[in-house]
């Protein structure tokens, strides 16, 4: 299993010891997560999303086991992912969501990949290519239903079956993507939904994909032929408003390196922005910015105030940070664990238990999809083999 040569920083795994954090990645989760998601979008095949070397799990690891548990299709965001991706999945169908730059279609044959392809000029290079070439060379179409990102225009969508391009590539798959598929309630989703299938039936021979990981559980089932999951796959909640039906993905560990009382009125950190309202006890732990931890999860104010910042699991307790996360450091306010229960190198969980991503996203007031896609380089990472 271990026959892969490390390509990247993101790859390095220092020695238990040696390292600062330890990154825990269950793939036996992500495989039972694919499995899930798969039978949520019923008949609809379900693809993996794998941009961001596999949102920070890592692509060399996670798309073995999607491929083992069935998964058949893969979507990246860049030609440097999908050769990644090809290297471990050499069977695998793989789209590159950014589309086709200017001269760059040679990339994607020798590699067997397909662009989604996002303009009339995308799409017009292509064809050329494949004329060229003399070969249908496949490529999916997006449409653009409200995001203004990527994608044709919904009034080109509906004029391409008249255009000759068309005759000269494959169209392999025709595609657009939620703008707010989390929010059950937004009218927009229905409003893409129904431009999509306006699209989808002007080509109707060509397989059709809108749901990402929250479109597969809206009401709506706009599952059509294929749906994209990418943030449930790795345990992130595609429906916050209710309970997660995913398993968690990722733990992280950091370790106690100094412990220390303070008394009232001290300060922790750089700048002082938090300080000790009475006698408290500070762990510092061994993970910091530099790791990809958020600095904006920092603590300020005053010890005991409810405010939104980051929190460590120490001895089964939730602890609150304590003051400005450093580069390689943060500061967890300890006072309320028992003496017998804490000691310099003892590990305190930051990702695991309570502490989703979700919410340690939340808490550095972002996203839990930030979170993950910031997993640092110098984390010792250990696989769970899935267990099939
Ligand atoms: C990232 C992405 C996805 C996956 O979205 P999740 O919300 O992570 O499930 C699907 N489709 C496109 C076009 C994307 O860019």
Known sequence: MNKHIPQNASETTASESAAGGLLHIDLDALASNWRCLRD????AEASAVVKANAYGTGIEKAVPALARAGCRTFFVAHVSEAVRTRAVAPDATIYVL???LPGSCAAYATSNLRPVLGSLEEIMEWAAFSRAEGRRFPAAIHVDTGMNRLGLTVRE????????ELKDFEPSLLMSH??????QDNPVNGQQIKAFTAVRNMLPDVPASLANSSGIFLREKPHFDLVRPGYALYGGNPTPDEENPMRPVVGLEGRIVQLRWIEAGETVGYSGRWTARDKRRIATVSVGYADG?????????QSGEATLSGMAIVASRLCPFAGTISMDLLAVDVTDVPEGDIARGV?????GGALTIDEVGRRAGTIGYEILTSLGARYRRTYREAQD
């Open 157 to 164: 969508g509906l004029a391409l079956p008249i255009r000759s």
């Open 293 to 301: 931890y958020s600095r904006s999860a920092s603590a300020r104010g």
């Open 40 to 43: 949520a979008a019923g008949g």
């Open 347 to 351: 590990p305190v969980t930051l990702i």
């Open 178 to 183: 939620f703008a707010s598929a989390e929010e």
């Open 98 to 100: 950014n589309g086709l």
